[in-house]
Antibody, heavy 120, light 109 residues
Framework: QVQLVESGGGVVQPGGSLTLSCAAS????????IHWVRQAPGKGLEWVAV????????DYADSVKGRFTISRDTSKNTLYLHLNNLRPEDTAVYYC?????????????WGRGTRVSVSS | SSELTQDPAVSVALGQTVKITCQGD??????VSWYQQKPGQAPVLVIY???NRPSGIPDRFSGSGSGSTASLTITGAQAEDEADYYC????????????FGGGTKLTVL
């Protein structure tokens, strides 16, 4: 079954750290760029980071650059998002999503999300 | 802030036609995609490449647009179409970044 499954969310204090996982199945996940997208409570979708197919040229939203790191384990078909120095405004549901298409790419497959709550 | 602009809310009577719009300069260069999100669920792709429908999406959903404006039209809206809708394109500053619209909450009356 082609799917993405996120895990690792939880409640953490400001300044704390967390690692989210995105497990891919049913497809070769290194063949597709995969993004992390988050959604704060009652808010819209916000792009967070991308793992390209080369595994090297990662990119981050300005709001998380220097605090979040994206990585992957190809042997486990799993993508990670390492969240450091967390702030209350990082509270959100975090989704991973697969890219399809050429120059006008789109996100065709989404996980169900994992919830992160940053609170003291 | 989002590069793509959407009306925050739109309503439609059951069975009628509604158009949800998205504006942004990036739409002059890149095709738009549209996602439907129901409460507590992940977004679902409903239109890609401005006009294409993924398999399994009802044909009452269609996409169009020109210049800096794109539209998602639901012809004969159903109660189950009540949801948030987000437009998306590539970010003009990077070929890897995603640009989302702020979302439109569709209410079916």
């Amino acid at each position: 079954q082609v799917q993405l499954v996120e895990s690792g969310g939880g409640v953490v204090q400001p300044g704390g750290s967390l690692t989210l996982s995105c497990a891919a199945s049913g497809f070769t996940f290194t063949s597709f760029p995969i993004h992390w997208v988050r959604q704060a409570p009652g808010k819209g979708l916000e792009w967070v980071a991308v793992m390209p197919t080369d595994g090297i040229n990662t990119d981050y939203a300005d709001s998380v650059k220097g605090r979040f790191t994206i990585s992957r384990d190809t042997s486990k078909n799993t993508l990670y998002l390492h969240l450091n120095n967390l702030r209350p405004e990082d509270t959100a549901v975090y989704y991973c999503a697969r890219v399809r298409g050429g120059s006008d790419w789109f996100l065709d497959l989404w996980g169900r999300g994992t919830r992160v709550s940053v609170s003291s | 802030s989002s590069e793509l602009t959407q009306d925050p809310a739109v309503s439609v009577a059951l069975g009628q036609t509604v158009k949800i719009t998205c504006q942004g300069d990036s739409l002059r260069y890149y095709y738009v995609s549209w996602y439907q999100q129901k409460p507590g669920q992940a977004p679902v792709l409903v239109i890609y490449g401005k006009t294409n429908r993924p398999s399994g999406i009802p044909d009452r959903f269609s996409g169009s647009g020109s210049g800096s404006t794109a539209s998602l039209t639901i012809t004969g809206a159903q109660a189950e179409d009540e949801a948030d809708y987000y437009c998306q394109s590539r970010d003009r500053t990077s070929n890897q970044r995603v640009a989302f619209g702020g979302g439109t909450k569709l209410t079916v009356l």
